[in-house]
């Protein structure tokens, strides 16, 4: 199947263009009417790098290339609006292959509300998805980025954390007794990640001053927030929102469950800054789209990110890095 | 150097917000406040697909990604917006290379008056870029598709045709007397291509009806432009604008210059479909920003690309087929 098929058959299975969207898929471009700002992320991920494509279906590699991409949109608070994606396509993953990893993005898209707008398949030595996410808001005051914490600030964190970890061990083949659903809830965390669309819109509402997604890991994505913001961040490992099974599973590898919650990413939840009187309000925001809102700590004065332990031990500015 | 190192040395180099950028590079997304309509396209390139990285530099790598990517929006007649650009970087490809590889790209930006408003670096085993760019015009009426054209319309090109594909074989090694000046043009079809901007906004102001970029060769795009079109185009291999050289080099390698010019791609001129009356009129156009444009055909009723060769022989729908 030569590339034109290929790119004819999956834009067969496209929805037509409507709403935002006045052209899509078989043109030069996508063209769409964008209202009021846009918020525009890439992104990509890569066979080996970001997904072991012998491990993992084309239908989850789909589900996690777009989930994460629109991961971005959650974290500005931002509507999503269209996707686009660029597949890298090796010899030996055919058209079926192909197809069914843009079944998995259109699942995703079709939960979320996103348009699948436009794309590109190509031939390449490595399979890869490199993923385009435009999001949109009333204004520019509307969206939340990094820079805007300040000394005195609660910091948040949506959900809760570990799991991506503790799932890499199980789809790694660590064997572990967990009772399925807690079993199945941990994998899921890396097989289907869930963008934290609705949450982000409802901090961004709530006075969320500064807000970042957690994929690099919770004390690199709160470096960010604190470089950005120029604060120090100060975090207490007591009041991590631990996924129920993390434990275990850190209990059978010898690692350390907070090391798992704190040092490694993929868990793709939000981590916000707010001022301290919003904190009741944006939990109830939070909690109305379904969703776990926890106060992990608190900006201070200062640059980085302290850890305390929960023996309260000081691990001191950029402690991550030691359990990471 | 870490991807966190290389994404903040990506990200000094590049310009400050300003004008429709709200926010840029080192947040969660960029952020813009779109007017009109916007025209958005994904693209990638790969080592070993679309470009040598051992026969090439990094800069040429980085020019021919945003050239290329900026074509689909020449090919619509819209103004450039903004482009974002994600790396795919292998271990052995260091951090010079990459600041290089931006650098290329960052000057095609500044020629083509495009933002480099955003992007990723991550690892990969091999070296890809892909590239999302987003052009405007004041409303869809004002862009240009591929269904647009109507028997009777004039086929017309831009500029000259063959360069690409004569390029190839210099890069390649083919030695062949040309005039330095000659020669050096036509290596720039692959290594510097000019994404048609200017002439495509001409187009599309003097009423084209149908257009696309020449990439995958004159003969396949005209046939998408007939596909969508529900067209047959005539096309008259004589009135090809040949560039200079590209005999020479054809008859070096013992190929037929009209197969260059008709069977292969990367030429990056634009192929449109317009009105005979308009035909002046854009010539004018087109002309006022420095490129020539040729008629070269006719649209007629019926399905698919008919080629007619010099000699006058008739060599049949999608003749184009033969000649690759």
């Known amino acids: 199947m030569s590339e034109f098929d290929l790119i004819a058959a999956l834009r067969a299975r496209l929805p037509p263009p409507g709403g935002r969207l006045l052209l899509g898929v078989g043109d030069d471009t996508a063209v769409t009417a964008p209202e009021g700002v846009a918020a525009t992320s890439v992104d990509a991920i890569v066979d080996g790098v970001h997904f072991q494509r012998h491990s993992t279906t084309p239908d989850a ?67 890869f998805a490199a993923l385009t996410v435009v ?91 604190a470089e950005e913001s120029g604060v120090r961040i100060e975090i207490d490992l007591a009041e991590l929102p631990i996924q129920p099974g993390v434990a275990e599973v850190a209990a059978a590898v010898g690692a350390d469950p907070l090391a798992m919650a704190c040092g ?12 301290a009187e919003g904190a009741d309000r944006a939990r109830e925001a939070v909690g109305s789209v379904g969703c776990a809102l926890t106060v992990i700590g608190r900006c201070v004065p200062g640059e980085g990110v302290r850890l305390r332990a929960p023996s309260g031990r000081d691990l001191g500015v950029r402690g991550f890095d030691h359990l990471a």
Do not use: W
Not at 96 to 119: F, I, K
Not at 172 to 178: H, I
Not at 264 to 275: H, I, K, M, N, R
């Open 135 to 225: 999001g949109y808001a009333p204004d520019a005051e509307s969206l939340v980025g990094r820079g805007g914490a300040r000394p005195g600030d609660l910091v948040v964190v949506t959900g809760e954390l570990g799991g991506a970890a503790a799932a890499l061990r199980l789809l790694e083949g660590t064997e572990v007794r967990l009772a399925e659903k807690r079993d199945l809830a941990l994998r899921a965390r890396q097989l289907e990640p869930r963008p934290r669309l609705a949450a982000g819109r409802a901090l961004a509402a709530s006075g969320a001053r500064a807000m970042i997604d957690v994929s690099d890991g919770l004390g690199a994505d709160a470096n960010h927030l």
């Open 61 to 127: 590699i789909g589900r996690k290339a777009l989930a994460v991409a629109l991961s971005d949109l959650a974290a500005m608070g931002a509507d999503p609006g269209e996707a686009y994606i660029v597949l890298g396509v090796p010899p030996d993953f055919d058209e079926e292959d192909c197809l069914a990893l843009l079944g998995g993005a259109q699942a995703v898209a079709d939960a979320t509300g996103t348009s699948l707008a436009g794309g590109d398949v190509t031939r390449s030595p490595v399979l």
């Open 264 to 275: 490694e990413g993929d868990d793709y939840e939000l981590l916000a800054c707010l001022p």
